[in-house]
């Protein structure tokens, strides 16, 4: 009886964890963009280009090439598979690919899981919300950032598992390089297997051969990092928020809200972390279990990983510290502070109380992926948005000096067909498409001027409102600002402002009827640019006004 019990419960779970893993996949689809963003321009695109025409021995020597301050062999190989199949780069496919890295983390996180009377199988879905979260995320749309900073996740945790046995050590060596070699947090390996034989109390030898070749491995590593110079300096910033930004990396996944609050947010939860693997490390001390070493030992990667962070990345305050970038991380670290408690409760415990971590979670999972549909829809507006301004105007609007970064780079990809930009994203043929509109406007319009800590991004821009326009419901519709003078046409994504529930229930709109945009001018005046709006879907609209952006 018992077992048929264990059965069915195993049975809902892959009925709901395959529901909730598909509905996560087509989330995806939905906003997966075939356009590179940000660095992709440069780690794939420009990649690809530069070695394409070369021998196989120099083609593998470009695997090892710097990327800034990593390596990250996965994601030039990627870019390979993709390239060598079809000749194109393919952004959408290598997005939807590299999230299913997540589930094969799942798979390894399903191992450190063992149901029992008191967390039958279906509690494992609770891990599952928690770890495969529709948080917004750049990593999650972002090829460059997905094959390095979530599949180094992947030889980081299967080098733990080998190197919980120690008849496995020589298995874990090579996954361990290739950890290195993925991303630059896959350093934190080395110290992290000095952490397993030291708890696990290994013999000398196994001590010295894991050393000499973390040596060797990131010698290598930190040669190779000095052929080419770095574009900047890491500099130590925030020291005495140390503490506080470590907590809050580890509880980002909490932050449901934005400013102080989120982050107040953010450092409880990081602190229930800290706690439960305190509590886990000394139930370790007790048991000497092997599962209950590699759940700390993962966590000992995460904490190395806010460390490094909270250090070098803390520039601009804890705002980045919790940004989307992070967060699998967090994710995952409350996953395994979850898969810590299954282990550590053997009493009993009130139904209710029990109750409350499912309400939590799905609460989370839910808030998560409302919270942010403007800023996921924005952010692939985006996307496209630079896309055809480095293409069409030989301008990137966002940096400092007026450098256009990626413009050599987009030409000679769109020219020998590296990769082809669906219609709905290709705003010159909308604008071509497009029906023009006369439009009364109402444009508010206030100039900003901000100094961005990390002296790449532009801090000087137009506020541009207008209130008569709404934002688009339909999935498949966006609405950018357009600044025309004469042929030239410079591009901008907008944004909208939530509605309160009680605004939502009344008005039936998510957002606030209104738009507004972000014109940024470091580089150029928009002195006598007309304000249009395009509206791109089934029928694009240009929405065309006798506004210029200095008229008052």
């Not at 947010?265 to 370790?284: D, E, N, P, R, T």
Request: aromatic letters at 16%; hydrophobic letters at 50%; one cysteine or more.
């Amino acid at each position: 009886m018992q077992r048929q019990q264990s059965s069915s419960r195993f049975y809902w779970l892959i009925i709901l964890a395959t529901a909730y893993v598909s509905w996560y996949f087509y989330y995806v689809a939905q906003y997966a963009v075939n356009i590179p963003y940000l660095d992709d321009y440069d780690a794939i695109l420009k990649y690809i280009i530069t070695f394409r025409k070369v021998d196989f021995a120099e083609q593998l020597k470009s695997l090892l090439l710097p990327h800034n301050e990593h390596i990250m062999m996965i994601t030039r190989v990627v870019s390979w598979i993709s390239y060598g199949l079809t000749k194109k780069i393919n952004f959408g496919s290598l997005l939807l690919i590299g999230n299913g890295l997540l589930v094969i983390q799942l798979i390894f996180l399903y191992r450190l899981f063992t149901p029992s009377n008191r967390f039958s199988a279906i509690y494992f879905l609770m891990v599952i919300l928690v770890f495969l979260n529709p948080q917004y995320s750049p990593t999650s749309f972002w090829v460059m950032a997905l094959w390095s900073n979530i599949w180094v996740v992947l030889p980081v945790t299967l080098s733990i598992f080998l190197l919980s046995n120690s008849k496995t050590l020589y298995w874990a060596l090579p996954v361990a390089i290739l950890s290195l070699f993925s991303n630059g947090n896959g350093l934190m390996i080395w110290p992290v297997g000095f952490f397993i034989m030291l708890m696990d109390k290994r013999p000398l030898k196994q001590y010295l051969v894991w050393g000499f070749t973390a040596i060797l491995a990131c010698g290598t590593y930190f040669y190779l990092m000095r052929q080419q110079p770095s574009s900047g300096i890491f500099e130590l910033s925030n020291l005495l928020f140390l503490p506080l930004n470590l907590l809050a990396f580890l509880g980002s996944y909490g932050a449901l809200l934005g400013g102080k609050l989120g982050q107040a947010m953010a450092v409880l939860v990081g602190l229930i972390v800290f706690i439960m693997s305190l509590i886990s490390f000394k139930k370790y001390l007790q048991s000497w279990e092997r599962t209950n070493l590699i759940l700390l030992s993962l966590m000992v990667f995460i904490f190395l990983t806010a460390l490094a962070v909270a250090l070098f990345r803390a520039e601009k305050g804890m705002s980045i510290i919790i940004g989307g970038r992070y967060r699998q991380y967090s994710s995952l670290a409350v996953a395994l502070s979850f898969l810590m408690g299954f282990r550590l409760i053997k009493f009993s415990v009130n139904r209710l109380i029990a109750l409350l971590p499912w309400i939590i979670v799905l609460i989370i999972t839910l808030l998560s992926f409302y919270r942010d549909i403007g800023l996921r829809k924005t952010t692939e507006w985006r996307t496209v948005t630079d896309y055809y301004n480095i293409l069409n105007n030989q301008v990137d609007v966002y940096t400092t000096d007026g450098t256009p970064r990626f413009v050599k780079t987009a030409t000679e990809a769109q020219k020998i067909g590296l990769y082809t930009i669906p219609l709905p994203y290709d705003l010159m043929a909308q604008l071509k498409m497009a029906s023009p509109l006369p439009f009364q406007g109402k444009q508010q319009k206030e100039h900003n001027e901000e100094t961005k800590a990390d002296g790449i991004t532009c801090g000087n821009y137009w506020l541009i409102e207008e209130p008569q326009l709404e934002f688009p419901n339909a999935a498949n519709e966006a609405i950018y600002l357009v600044l025309t003078k004469g042929q030239k046409k410079i591009i901008f994504p907008t944004a909208s402002t939530r509605n309160d529930l009680v605004s939502m229930l009344k008005q039936q709109s998510y957002f606030k009827k209104g738009l507004e945009a972000e014109a940024y001018d470091c580089i150029q005046s928009f002195n006598q640019y007309q304000i249009n709006w395009l509206k791109v879907g089934t029928k694009p609209v240009l929405y065309i006004t006798n506004t210029t952006i200095f008229d008052q």
